[in-house]
C-alpha cells in the first residue's frame, strides 16, 4: 500500500515532489468538493449604487444572532453562538478593486438593483493556475467535481454542521463552510493560463467539459455497471439499494425532505477536467482523442 501524505496546500505537495525526484513524473490530479471547501469573496450592490464586499464583523447586538440563525439551523442559546454578523465595507477594499471591474456582471449592468450579490472564488482561481501550470510542464491530467454552476454564485455559502445546515457564522472552526463553484469562471481562467504558457511549454493543453454529474457518469458507463451489479445482488433488497444510489447520482431533479422538487446530484454536480500531453506534444497529436466521460469536443 502507499502511505498517505497530508499537505496544506497544492505547491507545497509539488515541492515534495520535487525532493523526492517525482518533479518530472505526469500527474493524476482528482478535486472531488475540494473547491466549494475555498474561501470566497462576497459582493453586494449597496443603496449608494456602489459594488462593495460583505464583511464579517462583532455583532454589538447579540440577540440579533439567535433569530437570524433560526433560519438557518437548530435554535441554540445565543451564549453558545460566537457574535459575528455580516455587514457592508465602507469603502473600497483590495479585493473590490482587483475583481470587480473584470466581472460583467458588476460592470456596466443596467439591471442590478441595490441587494444583488456575486461571489468570486480567488483562491479557486489561484489553485486551477497552479494546477495548469504544472499540468502544462509534466503532462497529466486533473478531474474536478463538485457542486456549482457556469456563473458566480449570489448567497450561495452556507454552514454545515451534522448534516444540517446552519448560519455560516455560527461556532467558526467548528462548522464546514462551503459555497457554490463558478465552473464558467474556473474554465475562463485555466484556458487563459493555457494560452499564456502554450507555446513556451505544451501546446497540447486543454479544458474538457464543464458538463453535468449525470451526463459524465452515463459517458462513463455507469448504467452497464448497475445492470451488472443488480443482477449479482443477493435480495431484492439490496437490487433497491443499488438503484437508489443510482438514481440519486444521475438524476437532474429529485426531492427535499419537505416534499418539494429540486435540482439533483446530477444536475447540480458538474464535472471539468484538465489535460496535457508530455511536453512538447503537439496540439494537433490529441487533437482526435475521445476523451472518456466527455463527448467529442467537449
Known amino acids: 500500500a502507499v502511505p498517505a501524505q497530508w499537505f496544506r496546500d497544492f505547491r ?5 515532489d520535487t525532493e523526492t525526484g517525482a518533479g518530472d513524473v505526469p500527474i493524476l490530479a482528482v478535486a ?12 453586494e450592490l449597496a443603496k449608494s449604487g456602489r459594488w462593495v464586499e460583505r464583511m464579517v464583523d462583532i455583532d454589538p447586538a447579540p440577540e440579533t444572532i439567535g433569530a437570524a440563525d433560526r ?5 441554540e442559546t445565543v451564549d453558545k453562538r460566537h457574535h459575528l454578523r455580516f455587514v457592508l465595507s465602507r469603502g473600497a ?7 470587480l471591474s473584470q466581472n460583467e456582471q458588476t460592470r456596466d449592468n443596467p439591471d442590478a438593483r441595490p441587494g444583488d450579490s456575486i461571489e468570486v472564488g480567488a483562491v479557486g482561481a489561484g489553485l486551477i493556475q497552479d494546477l495548469v501550470r504544472e499540468i502544462s510542464t509534466v503532462g497529466g491530467a ?13 448567497n450561495s455559502l452556507r454552514g454545515i454542521k451534522e448534516h444540517q445546515f446552519v448560519h455560516p457564522l455560527l461556532e467558526p472552526g467548528f462548522v464546514d463552510l ?4 463558478d465552473f464558467g469562471f474556473l474554465k475562463g481562467v485555466a484556458e487563459r493560463m493555457g494560452k499564456e504558457l502554450g507555446p513556451k511549454t505544451n501546446e497540447s493543453f486543454q479544458v474538457l467539459g464543464p458538463i453535468t454529474q449525470g451526463e459524465f457518469l452515463r459517458n462513463m458507463g455507469i448504467e452497464t455497471r448497475v445492470a451488472m451489479l443488480l443482477q449479482k445482488a443477493a435480495s431484492p433488497e439490496d437490487q433497491e439499494t443499488i438503484y437508489t444510489a443510482f438514481k440519486r447520482l444521475v438524476d437532474p431533479e429529485t426531492f427535499d425532505k419537505e416534499g418539494n422538487m429540486v435540482a439533483g ?3 447540480s454536480y458538474k464535472v471539468m477536467a484538465l489535460f496535457a500531453g508530455l511536453p512538447g506534444t503537439p496540439a494537433h497529436a490529441i487533437g482526435e482523442i475521445d476523451f472518456a466521460g466527455f463527448p467529442q469536443g467537449r
Open 32 to 43: 472531488q468538493e475540494l473547491f466549494d471547501a475555498l474561501p470566497i469573496h462576497q459582493f
Open 71 to 75: 433560519e438557518f439551523g437548530p435554535n
Open 142 to 154: 486533473s478531474l474536478i467535481i463538485d457542486y456549482g454552476e457556469n456563473e458566480p454564485g449570489s
Open 93 to 99: 477594499t483590495p479585493a473590490s478593486k482587483i475583481f
Open 178 to 181: 462551503s459555497a457554490d463553484v
Open 265 to 267: 446530484m446530477g444536475q
Open 12 to 16: 507545497e505537495a509539488l515541492a515534495n
